[in-house]
Structures are given as structure tokens and as C-alpha cells.
């Protein structure tokens, strides 16, 4: 089984910008990977180079071993794409639509797939109303059901929960996270709470590059970066002095008996703590390291020129 998803070297120019300079990466089934970025770094245009909807000026995409430039008609087969902009027929009717779209796909045993697709997106309920007439949660829906409609193994969503409440993000954030399971799910976001709360791993790119592609968990916990450790004592007299040991960068003290320790040893600086209060007979309140958290790690790969 080939990777479902292999982009090589991938490069789009538009005049003189790069807007995607030299972009690798693989995507595995049964995945779901975040493509994140602040707006302008590239996402929507390799989204539309995997799914064949732009040429690309360099490099490669393969889709389950298919080169999509030569075999375009056949990787459109295997992929679902939800494009940003999710262009609907106001006009017509939820299933009417899906019928259109299962034409446009030449799909055999139609209303099977239809029904499937309504399923999978709540959309029982909507089926018989003119897609003008629905929420924009709901016209997401449908577009993810238009994606979903040819059962692909490849899912591509452009920023599938932008503009919508709270609640309707939840209900596409399920839906995603349930074509997950078996399938190869590749969305960008431009909101980082979103790529926590459905992705097993985040693709982050910036000025048409990308800066890092690791699981959530160690993008978190990259190794080179400055933890912190609280601590705090049930003595107040302590001073910033007794806790400078040489594994630690920095001292603050937060407020008598609280101090926070910057540092690149996070466990060395832990049991050194442990040792120091033992030694001067010293009652320890907490003591906890902070990750950094997500945001912080977006906005230190993407600060900057």
C-alpha cells in the first residue's frame, strides 16, 4: 500500500512570489493532519495542486502511487475536496444537489451513495430544503457531504469551520474526526485551538515553506526549547540566589516562597529542587512544568522574515 498522500518538492509562483517554494511532505491513512499557517503562506494553493484543481510550476503530487498530473481524472476518483470558498447552487434542493454532484462523479447506484453521504453528515433532517435556505453550518455540511459523496480515501477540507458559531464547528469538527479513522484527512486551519482539537499531527508552513511537521504532542515538547518549572515553598524567605543552580537560565520569583525557573533541563532542574529542599528542610507546596503551549510554537515558527 503506497502513502496516500506524497508531495515532492512542490513549487507555484505567482509573478514574481513563490507563494509555494519547495514544499515535501507525506500524509498516511487513517491520519488526520492540520495544514496550518497564517493567511498568505501557501495552504489553499497546495491544497489545489494536490487535488489537481491548479498545475503546479515544480515537483510532484502522489495520490495513493498516482501521479496527479498524469493521471488527473484518477486521482479526483480517490479524493474528497471541500475548497474555502464552498460554491453551492442555492437553488437547488439538498439531495437534488448531491444527485447533480454524484452525476458529475459518474457514479453507479447514486441514491446508495447519497443516502450515505446525508448520513454521515446529519443531513436527514435538511435533505428536502433548497440549500438557500440553510444555515451556513448546514451548507458546510453539504459540502462536506458533496465531498464525502464518491467515498474517498483522500479527504482535503480548506478551512472547513470558518465563519461558523461555536456549535456548528463542534458538529464538522465530529464529522471530521469520524472520517478520520480510515481515511487520509488533510485540513488547514488558521486556528490552532481547531488543529488540538481534531488532529493527530500539524503541517505548519509559512511564506510558502514549511517550518515544521510533527505530531501535536512534540511540536509541544520540542526538546530545544526553554521549559519552565514553578515552584513554590511553604517558606517565604528564599531568595532567587539559592535556586540559581547551573542547569537553570533564569530566576524569577512570582511572589515570596513562588519562584519560576527557566530552563533547558527540565528534569536535572526538577530533582535539583527536590535535593535543595530536602537539604535546608524546606516544605514544597507544587511544583509543575509548563509545556509550551501551541500558540507559542506557531508564533515563534512564524514571527518574522
Known amino acids: 500500500q503506497p502513502m496516500s498522500v506524497e508531495v515532492k518538492h512542490l513549487m507555484k509562483q505567482y509573478g ?72 453551492l447552487y442555492y437553488e437547488m434542493y439538498v439531495s437534488e444537489y448531491l444527485y447533480f454532484v454524484a452525476g458529475i462523479k459518474r457514479l453507479t447506484q447514486k441514491w446508495k ?21 440553510l444555515s451556513k453550518g448546514y451548507k ?33 469538527r465530529n464529522v471530521i474526526k469520524q472520517q478520520g479513522t480510515d481515511k487520509t484527512v488533510l485540513f488547514s486551519s488558521h486556528t490552532l485551538q481547531e488543529v488540538n482539537a481534531v488532529c493527530d499531527r500539524a503541517i505548519i508552513i509559512h511564506e510558502g515553506k514549511v517550518v515544521a511537521n510533527d505530531t501535536l504532542q512534540n511540536l509541544q515538547h520540542q526538546k530545544n526549547d526553554v ?51 530536602l537539604q535546608e528542610n524546606l516544605n514544597i507546596i507544587s511544583l509543575q512544568s509548563e509545556q509550551q503551549s501551541l500558540e507559542e510554537v506557531f508564533r515563534r515558527l512564524t514571527a518574522g522574515s
Open 16 to 87: 514574481i512570489q513563490l507563494a509555494v517554494n519547495d514544499i515535501s511532505f507525506k500524509l498516511n491513512k487513517g491520519e488526520i493532519t492540520g495544514f496550518l499557517g497564517p493567511n498568505g503562506a501557501g495552504k489553499s494553493t497546495t491544497m489545489k495542486m494536490i487535488t489537481g484543481y491548479l498545475q503546479p510550476d515544480g515537483g510532484t503530487v502522489l495520490v495513493n502511487g498516482m501521479d496527479v498530473q498524469r493521471q488527473p481524472i484518477d486521482v479526483k476518483k480517490s479524493i474528497g475536496y471541500l475548497p474555502e470558498s464552498n460554491a
Open 227 to 277: 521549559a519552565t518549572v514553578l515552584i513554590s515553598f511553604r517558606e517565604k524567605h528564599l531568595s532567587v540566589e539559592q535556586l540559581q543552580f547551573n542547569c537553570v537560565d533564569k530566576v524569577e520569583m512570582l511572589a515570596p516562597g513562588h519562584f519560576k525557573l527557566f530552563t533547558q533541563q527540565e528534569q536535572l532542574v526538577r530533582k535539583n529542587l527536590l535535593a535543595f529542599a
Open 113 to 133: 451513495h447519497i443516502k450515505n453521504a446525508i448520513t454521515l453528515t446529519g443531513l436527514e433532517l435538511e435533505k428536502n430544503k433548497k440549500i438557500g435556505q
Open 140 to 172: 458546510q455540511r453539504v459540502g462536506l457531504a458533496a465531498a464525502l459523496i464518491n467515498q474517498p480515501d483522500v479527504l482535503i477540507l480548506d478551512e472547513p469551520t470558518s465563519g461558523l458559531d461555536p456549535n456548528q464547528i463542534i458538529e464538522i
